[in-house]
C-alpha cells in the first residue's frame, strides 16, 4: 500500500505529498480545516487525524529496504528548516500581538462572556502560547469559532496559563478555562489555569504537572487523554465541556460540581 492510501483510509486529505517535516492536511470529516498531520521520509510515516486518533498512526512500506546514503543531510536540513519556520512564527505572534487591540469578541461573547475583552487582531481573537514563559505562537479564533494556529509554529508544549497561584487545572480551550476560572472565584478557590489547545496537547502540559485537576471535554480523545494525566478529572454529560455545563446550569451549579475535586 502506498502511503497516500493509508493516509486516505485514515482520512487525511493530501494534495501534494512533502516528505521529511510535519505537514498539516485537511480531513475528510473537516476538508475546511487542517485537522489532520503526516510525515513521510519515502518509506516511513506517521499519520494522525485529531478529531478521532488519540496518537500518532505510524506506516511502514512493504517494499524491500534500501538505506538512503542522504539520510543524515535530508535529516539535518529538515531540523534547520523546523527552526527557521518556528522562528519566522514566533516573529509573526509579536507582530501580531504588537498591532491587536484590546477589545470584544464575538466568540467570547458567543461564550459566554461578553464583559471580557481580549486581545483581537484584524478579526481574529489572539491567544498567546508559550513554552516556559517564551512566545513560541498563537491560535486565532475567528468570529465563528474556526480555530488555527501559525503556519510552522511549535504546538507541542504550549499553553496560555491564567494564574492565580493556585492548584493546577489542565484544560483543552480557552473558553472552558474562562468558565472554570469564574466558577472557582464565585467559590474562592486560587487556580492555575493551563489552557492546552489540543487533547494530545494536554498530555505534553499535564504530564509536567503534580496530580492536576483535569477537566476533560467528553468525547473518547479527550477522555482518553485525561486518563494518562491524572485521576483527579471532571467530566460533563456526553459532548459536554465545562462551558457548556456552566451556560446550561448557571455558575453556582457548575462551580459545585467541581468542588469535590477541589
Known sequence: ??????????????NSLVLDRWVRVPTTDHPKKRNGAYIFDGRAGAIINFAVHE???????????RPDPHARAKREKADREK???????IQRA???????RHDYHPYLVKKGFPEIKGYVWLNSLVLPM????????????????TKRFLAGQQTKGASLVLDNKGQDIVCEGFATA?????????????????????AGNMI????RLREPLVIADNDPV???????????????QTGEDFNDVEVRLGTGPAGDQLRPFL
Open 222 to 236: 479527550g477522555l482518553s487523554a485525561a486518563k494518562k494525566i491524572s485521576s483527579r478529572i471532571w467530566i460533563g
Open 94 to 100: 509579536a507582530h501580531i500581538l504588537d498591532n491587536s
Open 55 to 65: 496518537k500518532h498512526i505510524l506506516f511502514k512500506s512493504d517494499e524491500p529496504y
Open 130 to 145: 508559550r513554552v516556559n514563559g517564551g512566545l513560541v505562537g498563537v491560535q486565532l479564533i475567528a468570529p465563528d469559532g
Open 178 to 198: 474562562l468558565s472554570v476560572k469564574r466558577a472557582l472565584k464565585q467559590l474562592r478557590e486560587r487556580y492555575r489555569i493551563h489552557v492546552c489547545f489540543s
Open 1 to 14: 500500500m502506498r502511503f497516500e492510501q493509508f493516509a486516505e483510509l485514515h482520512g487525511l486529505m493530501i
Open 83 to 89: 527552526k527557521d519556520r518556528q522562528h519566522k512564527a
Open 204 to 207: 505534553e502540559v499535564g504530564s
